[in-house]
């Protein structure tokens, strides 16, 4: 596996990530746990990946944290704020938002890599929201990893 050369944008804690799960009512992979940990907000150098056989462009983790005084070029990236703003086009079920589907990565062109709760609440599986395809209460998703380990195992293979 390839060193990831990825730098932490903004400092968490396992509170502020129990915060995340309660939140939303989740439980969150151990696998995401400590990436978030240890990787909050970075930015790829390679930004290029494969899914599905298709070469698509990750610009940026999102970022989970529950500062105040994060600044506007990080505010904009942070989990809650990206759902806020997306909400009603991440579910069919008005009052299942968040509880759902957890945005974790932008891709460029305006899609994010999320991980789906709905037919796994323990080992999620990575999907794409196409945000040119999805309405309001009427998401479109492509399911491109079958987890979230299994998404790192692939970014990052040499």
Known sequence: MKK??????????????DSLEMFFNINLPISY????????????????????????????????????????????YEVKVVI????????????LVGAEV???AYLYGGDFLCLDFKRDTTNPKVVIWDHNESDELSPVFYEAFNNFQEFLDTMFLS
Not at 5 to 11: G, I, M, P, Q
């Open 4 to 17: 990831l050369n990825l730098k932490k944008r903004v400092s968490i804690t396992h509170d502020e990530l």
């Open 102 to 104: 957890l945005p974790f």
């Open 84 to 95: 806020a703003q997306i909400e009603e086009r991440l579910t069919a079920n008005e009052d």
């Open 33 to 76: 746990r400590e990436f978030i940990l240890e990787f909050n907000g970075g930015c790829p150098d390679e930004t290029t990946i494969k899914i599905n056989s298709e070469e698509r462009v990750l610009e940026r983790f999102l970022i989970v944290s529950e500062d105040e005084k994060l600044g506007n070029e990080f505010k904009q």
